[in-house]
């Protein structure tokens, strides 16, 4: 029979641990203080557990076990949250998955300016500079606005637009327009955080110009009208053109906002089925053409670049907004202009469509799917357990845009040994690089239209090892 205290000398000191050469190791990797405590932790586990035991302890083994466990501990608590997926989802735009992947210029910029950039200095004068210059020239060249101003998402733009132009006084708008975006947020609610006033007009299904004209008052600070881009409303329902929203703005004197938060900047799709589908889809240019003194869209949808919100318009409003309090808080950083530059390079010099990934995966002719279905199906037709065959159906273009409408496609179909979908679902995202799929009657799918192509090989590759 062993003595209590007998069971713990075999458990190893920190001191003699910390000497072991795989120890050294994991300093090296994850830094003394993070190994030290790591160690004294597990030794504690190691402890409570021999003293429910009548069973001696073997220091050797003690030592392999705390070195295991060390390690994965710490390779649990520090790493990244933050990971790289491949999307098989058929979402083109997915808020859950980061929503517009970046363009090989745009990650070009960022890595350019990463260090040291003028992001906020004059490098003529050398003097202090502004950095709301920057994309500045570039959006007023694409939306034909006098002035452009950039904050760190559109629900910020609304909020700088509406705190700098309605505190205290009404904002007109159409309660068919009070709409909910992701995540709970809803423009009344930036509203009321605004300090201005809803004056709602209209019915859900039906509001007129003259709802607009008949709630204008002294108290009028102006009219907002936002794109119901997330959802459709279909039937017995009227909804007043642009134009005579804009005309009676400049009868009453009273500015109108748009919110088209798309970010359609009204690229010439070549083919007719893609013009077809972004026809009823507000556009920046003929926003700012039709007069509308503002015009606010986000960064990340169809424009295709960084997390963003846009703000174009009238110079002496746009100027008021960038002299706002809220400005410096809703910022947007240097990583941010750079990416969002390099995009808007693309539109401005109509590349966007093949170096865009958005717009490239729009456009991408379905032929050009099937055969990439094709060429992976040869690759992984010996390998052990797993059945793929290559079916059409359709991709959306999600974030909040074109709601109801679906693109053709072709996906891969994949069956792995005993596992039902959702089992081989959670699979997949336990891979690295992590594959999302979506599961549909049953059968699980990855979308190619939404799976870049060069990530192909990736994807076969992680499939034959499964």
């Known amino acids: 029979m062993y003595k209590v205290s007998n069971k713990f000398r075999a458990i190893p000191s920190v001191e003699k641990i910390c000497q072991s050469e795989s120890v050294r190791q994991l300093m090296k990797l994850f830094g003394r203080q993070a190994v030290v405590s790591a160690i004294r932790a597990e030794t504690k586990v190691i402890r409570e557990t021999l003293k429910k035991t009548k069973e001696p302890n073997n220091e050797n083994l003690a030592l392999k076990q705390i070195e295991q466990n060390v390690l994965r501990a710490l390779s649990m608590k520090l790493s990244s949250s933050l990971e ?45 500079g502004s950095r709301t210059i920057h994309a500045q020239s570039l959006l007023q060249q694409l939306s034909g606005a006098e ?93 007043p053109r642009l134009r005579e929203l804009t005309d009676i703005s400049q009868k009453f004197s009273i500015p109108i906002v748009e919110d088209i938060g798309s ?23 003929e926003s700012i053409e039709t007069g509308v003194n503002v015009c606010c869209f986000s960064g990340d949808k169809l424009l295709g670049g960084p997390q963003a919100g846009l703000i174009v318009g009238q110079r002496t409003i746009v100027e008021k907004l960038r002299e706002h309090p809220l400005m410096r808080a809703l910022r947007a950083d240097k990583l941010t202009y750079a990416a969002l530059e390099a995009t808007l390079l693309e539109h401005l010099t109509e590349r966007a469509q093949q170096s865009v990934p958005v717009l490239a995966m729009i456009h991408t002719d379905i032929a050009e799917l099937k055969k990439r279905a094709t060429q992976i199906i040869d ?12 079916v059409p159906g359709e991709s959306t273009i999600g974030g909040g845009t074109t709601p109801g409408l679906v693109l053709p496609s072709y996906l891969l179909s994949l069956r792995f040994k005993n596992l039902n979908p959702n089992e081989l679902s959670k699979k997949l995202r336990s891979c690295s690089p992590a594959i999302v799929s979506r599961i549909e009657s ?19 590759k992680i499939l034959k090892t499964l």
Request: glycine letters at 8%; a neutral charge; zero cysteines.
């Open 379 to 390: 690759k992984l037709k010996i390998t052990d357990g797993l059945k793929v065959t290559a």
């Open 147 to 239: 002035d452009a101003l950039v904050v760190n998402n559109n629900a910020a733009a609304i909020l700088l637009i509406l705190s700098a132009l309605g505190n205290g006084r009404e904002v007109i708008i159409s309660r068919g327009e009070l709409v909910e975006i992701g995540g709970g947020f809803r423009i009344p609610d930036v509203l009321l955080q605004s300090g201005a006033r809803l004056r709602e007009v209209g019915t859900t299904n039906r509001t007129r110009a003259s709802d607009y004209t008949a709630a204008i008052n002294d108290k009028t600070a102006l009219i907002l009208r936002v794109h119901p881009s997330n959802f459709r409303i279909e039937g017995f329902t009227e909804r």
């Open 263 to 285: 970010g359609n900047l009204g690229t010439n799709f070549e083919e007719v089925s893609i013009q077809k589908l972004f026809a009823n889809e507000p556009t920046v240019i």
């Open 442 to 460: 049953s059968q699980l799918l990855l979308d190619l239209r939404t799976i870049q192509p060069d990530e192909d090989e990736i994807l076969t």
């Open 84 to 128: 790289p997926v491949i999307n098989g989802s058929g979402v083109i735009i997915h808020t859950n998955l980061g929503r517009a992947p970046l363009s090989l210029s745009a990650v070009q910029k960022i890595s350019s300016v990463s260090n040291y950039s003028n992001l906020e200095l004059n490098l003529q004068s050398g003097k202090r």
